[in-house]
């Protein structure tokens, strides 16, 4: 058996509960859609850490066949059980479907895991797979931690492109699934508000969804008219919040060039879309720091329950099931407004990388591509609650189907989804949106505050020397 993954295995224990015990106590975001963030408290023990539920865990070294060289994986679905089991699966698949590998499996709790593949890549440590968060992949292949997967074309080109991460014309990550966000509500309420029910193709104007947020209002029926969940942090803040920007004409970086934020993140667009956001708060329509996000909206109106509640809510397809398990058929499900620009929600959530010093990456693709069968990625959409990344994939599920109560997800990214600027400078660009849309809400001026964001991507990108795009533009 080989033996070179006890080194990485070790080191990924140690900075895993490292990180993990300088975060007890804090407050934990939410990465790209897939779980509701939350982690608080925080033990370890031998083999296992645990926060707030999610659990380090790692398959048997001891298992491993005399003969078979090893290949190290880490995960971030520690804290998810259903993800995990999936992956166990897709793993014992492959280490049964040839005789030369062996994959070992470490799964970390999402909050600590992109620091975890920092640390260990800052010390050429890294495992030969890696699941990345879709907007990080631009910059970690960027840095040298990703090389290039070799995958079929054909596999390659069945995939949605919402789960395909590119750097430099290569393809550096790809994922079984996406998620997608929706505006949550009831039809009870639309009917008696006298709202028009938006749909994909004919989604509600931005004087619509206005007109819609003054009637849950004034109906005095609720606390709050809608819930965006800002007391969330991280990525959630661009991942949730950036489109609405965009559908209102501006965006976090100048596409044509991914070297200047001018314009696009100052210009009366973006300014429109500030003011906005600010008023949502400043003027009582939603909740700063809501109070119960879990249940405010899936539970309000329902006996014994007491705190506060919102009308509709700002929420991922993660959110999907409590509500129907608590409003039934009353539960809807709406597709993002229209600003002006088209409506937007994000795109891409986690995917498969190799490691640039893996020393086996054409093995490692080779797993990598059988997880993308249609039967894997329909087995992994209906226990994750995930949106398949594979047309051919969908009629093999349950609950994305035509018809089936989640489907609407499927069809609203479909249409709406928009990825995250691909660019390496993209992990600044989120770092500084959800400071700058933070204090927006706040009550922060709009266009000094957009233009101090401006100044920090911009002086960040050049302080990298364009992070491979050419400054003149």
Request: glycine share 10%.
């Amino acid at each position: 058996m080989a033996k070179q993954g006890t080194r990485w295995r070790l080191l990924m224990l140690a900075i895993g509960f490292s990180l993990i015990a300088t975060a007890c106590g804090s407050d934990s975001g939410t990465d790209s859609g897939t779980s509701d963030p939350g982690a608080t408290t925080t033990t370890a023990g031998d083999t296992t850490a645990t926060t707030a539920g999610n659990v380090a865990q790692s398959s048997d070294e001891s298992e491993v066949p005399e003969g078979r060289t090893v290949l190290n994986l880490a995960t971030h679905s520690g804290g998810n059980p259903a993800e995990l089991e999936a992956i166990q699966g897709f793993i014992n698949d492959y280490n049964e479907s040839q005789d030369e590998f062996w994959i070992l499996y470490e799964a970390f709790p999402q909050g600590d895991y992109n620091e975890t593949v920092v640390a260990l890549a800052l010390t050429d440590s890294l495992p030969c797979i890696i699941d990345v968060d879709g907007p990080n992949t631009p910059n970690w292949a960027w840095a040298g931690y990703l090389a290039p997967l070799t995958i079929d074309p054909a596999t390659e080109a069945s995939l949605l492109d919402s789960v395909k991460g590119y750097w430099d014309g290569e393809l550096y990550s790809v994922g079984q699934f996406d998620a997608a966000i929706a505006v949550l509500a009831r039809h009870s309420d639309l009917d008696e508000l006298g709202l028009r029910t938006p749909t994909v193709e004919d989604p509600w104007t931005g004087d619509e969804f206005q007109a819609a947020l003054d009637a849950y209002k004034d109906s005095g029926k609720y606390d709050f008219a809608i819930d965006f969940g800002t007391g969330w942090t991280g990525e959630w803040f661009p991942y949730g919040f950036s489109p609405l920007l965009q559908s209102f004409g501006g965006d976090l970086i100048d596409r044509s060039n991914f070297v200047e934020a001018e314009g696009v993140l100052n210009g009366p667009e973006a300014v429109a879309w500030g003011e906005w956001w600010q008023s949502m708060f400043q003027d009582g329509y939603a909740p700063r720091l809501p109070a119960n996000r879990d249940e405010g909206f899936a539970q309000a109106g329902l006996d014994g329950y007491e705190g506060e509640t919102y009308g509709l809510q700002w929420n991922g397809i993660w959110a999907a099931n409590s509500a129907i398990e608590n409003l039934g058929d009353d539960a809807a499900f709406l597709p993002a407004p229209d600003f002006g620009a088209g409506a937007k929600i994000g795109g891409a959530s986690w995917q498969w990388a190799v490691a640039a010093t893996c020393e086996h990456p054409e093995a490692a693709s080779a797993y990598i591509e059988s997880t993308l069968t249609p039967e894997n990625i329909g087995a992994i959409s209906d226990a994750q609650n995930v949106l398949p990344g594979r047309e051919e994939a969908r009629p093999l599920t349950t609950k994305f189907v035509d018809g089936a109560p989640l489907a609407i997800f499927y069809e609203i990214s479909a249409d709406q989804a928009l990825i995250r600027p691909p660019t390496p400078a993209y992990t600044t660009i989120a770092s500084v949106f959800e400071k700058g849309a933070a204090d927006i809400a706040d009550g922060a001026d709009v266009q000094s505050t957009l233009d101090r964001m401006v100044d920090e991507i911009e002086a960040d990108i050049e302080a990298n020397d364009g992070y491979g795009f050419p400054l003149d533009g």
